[in-house]
């Protein structure tokens, strides 16, 4: 150790900045490792395939039906309730109808006015006595991996590589400002 570097170490503020340059470090590292973990593999899943008890096939995303974490919502569920339907006079035009994109509550009052003229009715629920049942439809979902362990790992060592250079420039900065120290030393530690 030269006698420069002795004279630095008697000073409090020097042992401060290298208590300090060490909890940046260990705060470096812990983002990186943070900032990398979204980068791990994950499945998730992607789109779900609907058989319907009558037959037909469906994916998901060809009648506008979201799937979250296998769960499919109340409003979900109705589309493929509706799209699903047993009454082969009411299928074609349901399907084509949720695959355009029209609303539920367009279906349900056009089903109702249909009803209504076959039957002399003056409303109808499909999901009620003589509509469709309550669960007429299978649900397998398909999943996509996002990330792979390759991503995580470069991540982490590129993030900690910048920051480490980042926090030694710095470092080196404020020692050729305070204490007139070379910049370009030849021994890393000095």
């Known amino acids: 150790m030269s006698e420069n570097n002795i004279n630095l170490e008697k000073k409090r503020w020097y042992r401060f900045l290298k208590v300090v340059y060490i909890f940046f470090a260990i705060f470096l590292v812990y983002i990186a490792f943070a900032w ?6 994950e499945s998730v899943v992607d789109y779900a395939k609907i058989t319907c008890s009558n037959g037909y096939f469906v994916n998901s995303n060809d009648i506008d039906v979201s799937i979250f974490d296998e769960t499919i919502s109340s409003s979900d569920d109705e589309k493929i309730r509706l799209y699903c339907v047993t009454d082969p006079d009411k299928l ?7 695959k355009l994109g029209i609303s539920l509550g367009a279906i349900r009052e056009r089903l109702s006015e249909n009803f209504a003229r076959k039957y002399g009715a003056t409303s109808f629920d499909p999901f009620k006595e ?10 397998e979902y398909v999943y996509i991996t996002h990330g792979s362990w390759t991503n995580f790992l470069l991540t982490f060592a590129s993030i900690s590589f910048f920051g480490f250079l980042f926090i030694e420039i710095v470092r080196r900065t404020l020692l050729y400002i305070i204490a ?6 030849k021994n890393f530690l000095e």
């Open 36 to 41: 990398a973990w979204t980068a791990k593999p």
């Open 180 to 185: 007139g120290k070379s910049f370009f030393s």
């Open 92 to 98: 074609e035009g349901m399907q084509k109808a949720l």
């Open 130 to 139: 003589g509509g469709t049942p309550v669960k007429n439809y299978e649900v």
